[in-house]
Protein backbone atom coordinates (compact mmCIF):
# COMPACT_ATOMS: atom_id res chain seq x y z
CA UNK A 1 0.00 0.00 0.00
CA UNK A 2 2.79 2.20 0.86
CA UNK A 3 4.62 1.53 -2.51
CA UNK A 4 1.06 2.35 -4.10
CA UNK A 5 0.96 5.69 -2.50
CA UNK A 6 4.41 6.35 -3.23
CA UNK A 7 3.98 5.86 -6.74
CA UNK A 8 0.75 8.00 -6.86
CA UNK A 9 2.38 10.99 -5.40
CA UNK A 10 5.42 10.70 -7.62
CA UNK A 11 2.81 10.74 -10.39
CA UNK A 12 0.60 13.77 -9.06
CA UNK A 13 4.56 15.65 -8.77
CA UNK A 14 4.93 15.17 -12.15
CA UNK A 15 1.46 15.80 -13.57
CA UNK A 16 1.64 19.43 -11.63
CA UNK A 17 5.19 19.69 -12.75
CA UNK A 18 4.07 19.38 -16.50
CA UNK A 19 0.82 21.47 -15.55
CA UNK A 20 3.41 24.47 -14.41
CA UNK A 21 5.80 24.04 -17.45
CA UNK A 22 2.55 24.50 -19.61
CA UNK A 23 1.14 27.62 -17.88
CA UNK A 24 4.53 29.28 -18.41
CA UNK A 25 5.44 27.85 -22.04
CA UNK A 26 2.93 27.44 -25.34
CA UNK A 27 3.24 25.67 -28.76
CA UNK A 28 1.24 26.64 -31.68
CA UNK A 29 0.87 24.67 -34.75
CA UNK A 30 -0.24 26.73 -37.48
CA UNK A 31 -0.46 26.91 -41.65
CA UNK A 32 -2.04 28.04 -44.85
CA UNK A 33 -3.34 26.30 -47.82
CA UNK A 34 -3.18 28.23 -51.23
CA UNK A 35 -4.69 26.89 -53.91
CA UNK A 36 -5.15 28.42 -57.68
CA UNK A 37 -5.67 28.15 -61.00
CA UNK A 38 -3.36 30.23 -63.15
CA UNK A 39 -3.77 30.79 -66.71
CA UNK A 40 -0.63 32.56 -68.80
CA UNK A 41 0.07 33.10 -72.63
CA UNK A 42 2.60 34.32 -74.43
CA UNK A 43 2.02 36.72 -77.58
CA UNK A 44 4.19 34.11 -79.07
CA UNK A 45 0.93 32.42 -79.48
CA UNK A 46 1.37 29.47 -76.70
CA UNK A 47 -0.21 29.28 -73.59
CA UNK A 48 -0.67 27.25 -70.29
CA UNK A 49 -3.53 26.35 -67.56
CA UNK A 50 -2.43 24.81 -64.19
CA UNK A 51 -3.29 24.00 -60.84
CA UNK A 52 -0.47 25.88 -58.62
CA UNK A 53 0.33 26.75 -55.33
CA UNK A 54 1.20 29.64 -53.60
CA UNK A 55 -0.12 32.87 -55.33
CA UNK A 56 -0.41 34.97 -52.23
CA UNK A 57 1.09 32.51 -49.26
CA UNK A 58 3.06 29.25 -50.48
CA UNK A 59 1.43 26.47 -48.00
CA UNK A 60 2.80 25.69 -45.36
CA UNK A 61 3.16 23.80 -41.75
CA UNK A 62 4.80 25.20 -39.11
CA UNK A 63 5.30 24.92 -35.04
CA UNK A 64 6.04 27.98 -32.83
CA UNK A 65 6.65 28.69 -29.52
CA UNK A 66 7.31 31.07 -26.49
CA UNK A 67 8.55 30.10 -23.16
CA UNK A 68 8.04 32.86 -20.56
CA UNK A 69 11.59 32.58 -18.61
CA UNK A 70 10.78 35.42 -15.54
CA UNK A 71 11.87 38.95 -15.80
CA UNK A 72 10.20 39.81 -19.41
CA UNK A 73 12.97 37.24 -20.75
CA UNK A 74 11.39 34.92 -23.63
CA UNK A 75 12.86 31.86 -24.93
CA UNK A 76 11.46 31.39 -29.07
CA UNK A 77 11.47 29.03 -31.39
CA UNK A 78 10.18 28.94 -35.02
CA UNK A 79 10.03 25.71 -37.48
CA UNK A 80 8.30 26.03 -40.84
CA UNK A 81 8.17 23.79 -43.95
CA UNK A 82 7.01 24.74 -47.36
CA UNK A 83 4.41 22.21 -49.19
CA UNK A 84 2.98 21.98 -52.92
CA UNK A 85 -0.46 21.28 -51.68
CA UNK A 86 -1.02 20.86 -55.19
CA UNK A 87 0.87 17.29 -55.36
CA UNK A 88 1.22 17.48 -51.60
CA UNK A 89 4.74 16.98 -52.02
CA UNK A 90 7.37 19.18 -49.69
CA UNK A 91 8.44 22.38 -51.31
CA UNK A 92 11.52 21.70 -50.82
CA UNK A 93 12.95 17.66 -50.92
CA UNK A 94 16.20 18.11 -49.33
CA UNK A 95 14.96 20.40 -46.49
CA UNK A 96 12.72 19.39 -43.01
CA UNK A 97 11.81 22.93 -42.02
CA UNK A 98 12.69 24.52 -45.98
CA UNK A 99 11.18 28.08 -44.61
CA UNK A 100 12.08 28.74 -40.93
CA UNK A 101 14.23 26.73 -38.42
CA UNK A 102 15.57 29.18 -35.56
CA UNK A 103 16.04 29.62 -31.88
CA UNK A 104 16.36 33.09 -30.28
CA UNK A 105 16.07 35.09 -26.92
CA UNK A 106 13.44 38.14 -26.90
CA UNK A 107 12.67 40.84 -24.27
CA UNK A 108 10.09 43.95 -24.61
CA UNK A 109 13.09 46.45 -23.65
CA UNK A 110 16.17 45.14 -25.53
CA UNK A 111 14.82 43.23 -28.61
CA UNK A 112 15.27 40.09 -30.05
CA UNK A 113 18.07 37.76 -31.07
CA UNK A 114 17.80 34.37 -33.63
CA UNK A 115 19.81 31.79 -34.68
CA UNK A 116 19.18 29.67 -37.78
CA UNK A 117 17.54 29.76 -41.22
CA UNK A 118 15.60 32.56 -41.13
CA UNK A 119 13.70 35.15 -43.47
CA UNK A 120 14.85 37.92 -44.68
CA UNK A 121 14.16 41.69 -43.61
CA UNK A 122 13.17 42.19 -47.33
CA UNK A 123 10.76 39.40 -47.36
CA UNK A 124 9.26 40.65 -43.65
CA UNK A 125 8.22 43.77 -45.58
CA UNK A 126 6.47 42.22 -47.90
CA UNK A 127 2.93 43.71 -46.61
CA UNK A 128 4.54 47.39 -47.22
CA UNK A 129 5.54 47.45 -50.96
CA UNK A 130 1.96 46.46 -52.35
CA UNK A 131 -1.68 45.41 -52.10
CA UNK A 132 -0.91 41.75 -53.10
CA UNK A 133 2.19 41.83 -50.26
CA UNK A 134 4.43 41.91 -53.73
CA UNK A 135 3.99 37.57 -54.96
CA UNK A 136 1.67 37.99 -57.54
CA UNK A 137 1.85 37.44 -61.08
CA UNK A 138 1.74 41.58 -61.24
CA UNK A 139 4.43 42.51 -59.29
CA UNK A 140 7.06 43.72 -60.88
CA UNK A 141 9.39 43.26 -57.89
CA UNK A 142 8.34 39.80 -57.32
CA UNK A 143 9.46 38.74 -61.12
CA UNK A 144 13.04 40.79 -60.73
CA UNK A 145 13.15 38.51 -57.47
CA UNK A 146 13.02 38.79 -53.57
CA UNK A 147 15.83 37.48 -51.42
CA UNK A 148 13.55 35.50 -49.09
CA UNK A 149 15.88 33.53 -46.08
CA UNK A 150 19.21 32.13 -45.68
CA UNK A 151 20.70 29.24 -43.29
CA UNK A 152 23.46 29.65 -40.82
CA UNK A 153 21.68 33.57 -40.13
CA UNK A 154 22.66 35.46 -36.50
CA UNK A 155 20.14 38.73 -36.34
CA UNK A 156 18.74 40.97 -34.22
CA UNK A 157 15.66 43.17 -34.23
CA UNK A 158 15.08 46.13 -31.84
CA UNK A 159 11.99 47.15 -29.97
CA UNK A 160 10.25 50.13 -31.66
CA UNK A 161 11.62 52.93 -30.31
CA UNK A 162 9.32 56.45 -31.33
CA UNK A 163 7.72 54.55 -33.90
CA UNK A 164 11.50 53.29 -35.56
CA UNK A 165 12.95 49.68 -35.50
CA UNK A 166 16.14 48.60 -36.44
CA UNK A 167 17.08 45.00 -37.43
CA UNK A 168 20.50 43.26 -38.88
CA UNK A 169 21.41 40.02 -40.31
CA UNK A 170 24.68 37.95 -40.97
CA UNK A 171 24.66 34.48 -42.73
CA UNK A 172 27.96 33.16 -42.25
CA UNK A 173 29.56 31.22 -44.46
CA UNK A 174 31.27 28.71 -42.30
CA UNK A 175 34.14 28.09 -44.48
CA UNK A 176 38.04 29.48 -43.81
CA UNK A 177 37.80 31.88 -46.79
CA UNK A 178 35.47 34.16 -44.38
CA UNK A 179 38.40 35.17 -42.29
CA UNK A 180 40.39 36.27 -45.68
CA UNK A 181 38.18 38.55 -46.38
CA UNK A 182 35.16 36.32 -48.54
CA UNK A 183 31.99 37.08 -46.77
CA UNK A 184 28.17 35.68 -45.98
CA UNK A 185 25.36 37.51 -46.58
CA UNK A 186 24.68 40.82 -44.41
CA UNK A 187 21.16 42.82 -43.76
CA UNK A 188 20.20 45.57 -41.98
CA UNK A 189 16.94 47.09 -42.44
CA UNK A 190 15.33 50.14 -40.57
CA UNK A 191 11.31 50.78 -40.84
CA UNK A 192 9.27 54.02 -39.56
CA UNK A 193 5.59 53.18 -38.48
CA UNK A 194 3.48 55.94 -37.13
CA UNK A 195 -0.58 56.15 -37.34
CA UNK A 196 -1.53 55.93 -41.43
CA UNK A 197 2.38 56.26 -42.52
CA UNK A 198 5.13 53.98 -43.16
CA UNK A 199 8.32 53.60 -44.48
CA UNK A 200 11.99 52.11 -44.36
CA UNK A 201 14.53 50.27 -46.16
CA UNK A 202 15.70 46.78 -46.05
CA UNK A 203 18.78 45.28 -47.78
CA UNK A 204 21.39 42.95 -48.36
CA UNK A 205 25.29 43.07 -49.65
CA UNK A 206 27.29 39.65 -50.42
CA UNK A 207 30.68 39.21 -51.67
CA UNK A 208 31.84 36.88 -53.95
CA UNK A 209 34.30 33.71 -53.93
CA UNK A 210 37.91 34.38 -53.83
CA UNK A 211 38.17 32.80 -56.84
CA UNK A 212 35.79 35.32 -58.45
CA UNK A 213 36.03 36.33 -62.23
CA UNK A 214 34.37 38.99 -60.82
CA UNK A 215 34.81 40.92 -57.65
CA UNK A 216 31.44 42.49 -57.56
CA UNK A 217 29.54 41.85 -54.33
CA UNK A 218 25.86 41.39 -54.85
CA UNK A 219 23.14 44.05 -53.72
CA UNK A 220 19.50 43.92 -53.01
CA UNK A 221 18.40 47.67 -51.69
CA UNK A 222 14.27 48.49 -50.84
CA UNK A 223 13.17 51.37 -50.14
CA UNK A 224 9.39 51.60 -49.35
CA UNK A 225 6.72 53.90 -48.30
CA UNK A 226 2.96 53.48 -47.80
CA UNK A 227 0.25 56.01 -46.45
CA UNK A 228 -3.42 54.33 -45.11
CA UNK A 229 -5.90 56.64 -46.35
CA UNK A 230 -8.61 54.83 -44.18
CA UNK A 231 -10.42 52.64 -47.42
CA UNK A 232 -7.19 51.49 -48.34
CA UNK A 233 -3.40 52.30 -48.94
CA UNK A 234 -1.28 53.42 -51.47
CA UNK A 235 2.13 52.31 -51.91
CA UNK A 236 5.28 53.35 -53.37
CA UNK A 237 8.75 51.05 -53.58
CA UNK A 238 12.02 50.73 -54.97
CA UNK A 239 14.89 48.38 -56.02
CA UNK A 240 17.93 48.72 -56.89
CA UNK A 241 20.06 45.40 -57.58
CA UNK A 242 22.17 43.58 -59.27
CA UNK A 243 21.03 40.01 -58.19
CA UNK A 244 19.29 38.70 -61.64
CA UNK A 245 17.62 36.14 -60.09
CA UNK A 246 13.94 35.80 -60.99
CA UNK A 247 11.52 33.30 -58.85
CA UNK A 248 11.14 29.90 -57.80
CA UNK A 249 10.40 28.44 -61.40
CA UNK A 250 13.70 29.54 -62.83
CA UNK A 251 12.54 32.91 -63.88
CA UNK A 252 14.79 35.18 -65.58
CA UNK A 253 15.47 32.20 -69.06
CA UNK A 254 19.14 32.37 -70.84
CA UNK A 255 18.94 34.68 -74.63
CA UNK A 256 20.72 34.53 -77.30
CA UNK A 257 22.71 37.45 -75.87
CA UNK A 258 22.77 35.20 -72.77
CA UNK A 259 22.66 38.70 -70.44
CA UNK A 260 20.12 37.49 -68.31
CA UNK A 261 21.20 34.15 -67.37
CA UNK A 262 19.66 33.26 -64.27
CA UNK A 263 20.26 33.27 -60.46
CA UNK A 264 23.69 34.97 -59.18
CA UNK A 265 23.47 35.11 -55.39
CA UNK A 266 20.12 32.48 -54.58
CA UNK A 267 17.12 34.29 -52.87
CA UNK A 268 16.62 30.89 -50.86
CA UNK A 269 20.09 29.88 -49.80
CA UNK A 270 22.93 27.51 -51.71
CA UNK A 271 25.64 26.27 -50.05
CA UNK A 272 28.04 28.73 -47.44
CA UNK A 273 25.28 31.51 -49.06
CA UNK A 274 27.75 32.75 -51.46
CA UNK A 275 28.63 32.75 -55.48
CA UNK A 276 30.95 31.98 -57.58
CA UNK A 277 31.63 35.53 -59.30
CA UNK A 278 31.73 34.04 -62.85
CA UNK A 279 28.64 35.27 -64.01
CA UNK A 280 28.89 39.17 -65.83
CA UNK A 281 25.60 39.91 -65.18
CA UNK A 282 27.02 40.63 -61.66
CA UNK A 283 27.91 44.06 -63.07
CA UNK A 284 24.52 45.00 -64.24
CA UNK A 285 22.47 47.15 -61.82
CA UNK A 286 18.59 47.31 -62.39
CA UNK A 287 16.34 50.00 -61.08
CA UNK A 288 12.97 48.84 -60.13
CA UNK A 289 9.96 51.13 -59.39
CA UNK A 290 6.54 50.05 -58.44
CA UNK A 291 2.72 52.40 -57.41
CA UNK A 292 0.05 50.19 -56.27
CA UNK A 293 -3.44 51.34 -54.17
CA UNK A 294 -5.82 48.85 -53.00
CA UNK A 295 -9.84 50.23 -51.90
CA UNK A 296 -11.37 48.29 -49.39
CA UNK A 297 -15.31 48.45 -50.90
CA UNK A 298 -17.39 46.84 -47.98
CA UNK A 299 -15.70 44.94 -44.95
CA UNK A 300 -15.42 41.55 -47.23
CA UNK A 301 -13.99 43.22 -50.60
CA UNK A 302 -10.70 44.64 -51.55
CA UNK A 303 -9.95 45.64 -54.58
CA UNK A 304 -6.20 47.25 -55.45
CA UNK A 305 -3.96 47.80 -58.82
CA UNK A 306 -0.18 47.76 -59.03
CA UNK A 307 2.53 49.09 -62.17
CA UNK A 308 5.72 48.72 -61.92
CA UNK A 309 8.93 48.77 -64.21
CA UNK A 310 12.56 47.64 -64.13
CA UNK A 311 15.16 49.38 -65.95
CA UNK A 312 18.41 47.90 -66.73
CA UNK A 313 20.75 50.68 -66.43
CA UNK A 314 23.30 49.03 -68.58
CA UNK A 315 21.12 49.94 -71.87
CA UNK A 316 20.89 46.32 -72.40
CA UNK A 317 17.21 46.60 -73.47
CA UNK A 318 17.13 43.61 -70.48
CA UNK A 319 14.13 44.99 -68.39
CA UNK A 320 10.31 44.78 -68.50
CA UNK A 321 7.17 46.71 -66.97
CA UNK A 322 4.15 45.43 -66.27
CA UNK A 323 0.67 45.48 -63.59
CA UNK A 324 -2.37 44.16 -62.39
CA UNK A 325 -5.82 44.42 -60.98
CA UNK A 326 -7.34 42.42 -58.69
CA UNK A 327 -9.91 41.50 -55.82
CA UNK A 328 -9.93 39.52 -52.38
CA UNK A 329 -12.87 38.52 -50.87
CA UNK A 330 -12.71 37.52 -47.05
CA UNK A 331 -15.34 34.88 -46.47
CA UNK A 332 -14.65 34.41 -43.01
CA UNK A 333 -11.10 35.66 -41.09
CA UNK A 334 -9.41 32.35 -42.19
CA UNK A 335 -10.79 31.87 -45.38
CA UNK A 336 -10.25 34.03 -48.86
CA UNK A 337 -11.09 34.06 -52.58
CA UNK A 338 -9.25 36.28 -55.06
CA UNK A 339 -8.32 36.63 -58.21
CA UNK A 340 -6.06 38.48 -60.44
CA UNK A 341 -5.45 39.99 -64.17
CA UNK A 342 -1.90 40.74 -65.02
CA UNK A 343 0.28 41.59 -67.63
CA UNK A 344 3.57 41.86 -68.70
CA UNK A 345 5.95 43.08 -71.50
CA UNK A 346 9.66 41.77 -71.97
CA UNK A 347 12.22 44.35 -73.57
CA UNK A 348 14.05 42.74 -76.59
CA UNK A 349 16.78 41.13 -74.40
CA UNK A 350 14.63 39.98 -71.76
CA UNK A 351 13.22 36.81 -70.34
CA UNK A 352 11.42 37.57 -66.99
CA UNK A 353 8.24 35.67 -67.00
CA UNK A 354 5.46 35.52 -64.47
CA UNK A 355 5.61 33.57 -60.27
CA UNK A 356 3.75 34.05 -56.96
CA UNK A 357 4.58 33.44 -53.63
CA UNK A 358 5.82 30.17 -55.23
CA UNK A 359 7.11 29.52 -58.71
CA UNK A 360 3.97 28.13 -60.44
CA UNK A 361 4.21 24.66 -61.83
CA UNK A 362 2.73 25.52 -64.73
CA UNK A 363 4.63 28.11 -66.47
CA UNK A 364 5.71 29.37 -70.17
CA UNK A 365 10.04 29.43 -70.61
CA UNK A 366 12.77 30.29 -73.53
CA UNK A 367 11.22 31.56 -76.89
CA UNK A 368 7.58 32.22 -74.98
CA UNK A 369 8.83 34.49 -73.05
CA UNK A 370 12.35 35.90 -74.40
CA UNK A 371 11.28 39.57 -75.23
CA UNK A 372 7.73 38.68 -75.36
CA UNK A 373 4.34 40.26 -73.89
CA UNK A 374 2.91 37.89 -71.28
CA UNK A 375 -0.78 38.04 -69.55
CA UNK A 376 -2.30 36.31 -67.37
CA UNK A 377 -5.41 34.86 -65.03
CA UNK A 378 -5.07 33.73 -61.35
CA UNK A 379 -8.25 32.89 -59.27
CA UNK A 380 -8.00 30.66 -55.88
CA UNK A 381 -8.86 30.23 -52.29
CA UNK A 382 -6.57 30.80 -49.57
CA UNK A 383 -7.36 29.06 -45.78
CA UNK A 384 -4.96 29.90 -43.19
CA UNK A 385 -5.37 27.31 -39.75
Known amino acids: MKKKLCAYSVFCALGLAAASSHAQSNVTIYGDIDQYIGYIKSAGGHSIVGLNDGAILRSRLGFRGVEDLGGGLQAKFNLEQGLAADSGTAADSSRLFDRQAWVGLGTANLGEFRLGRQNTEIFFIGGAIDYTERTTFGSIINTFGVPSRYDNDISYKSPR ?41 AGLAAKPASTAKFDNAVQYHNLYANWDYGKGKVYLAYVRSNNITGNGAGGVTANSNGLTAGTILSNVSIPNNSFNGNDPNVQR ?36 HGGNVGAYYDLSKRTTLYGFANWMKNQPNAGFRFSGSAGPSANLAGADINGRNLTGLQAGILHRF
Request: aromatic share 16%; no cysteine; net charge negative.
Open 161 to 201: IAGFQFSAHYALKETTTEAAGQRGVGQLALDYSNGPWRFGY
Open 285 to 320: FYNVYQISADYRVTPQLRVGALWGTMIDTSGGDAGA
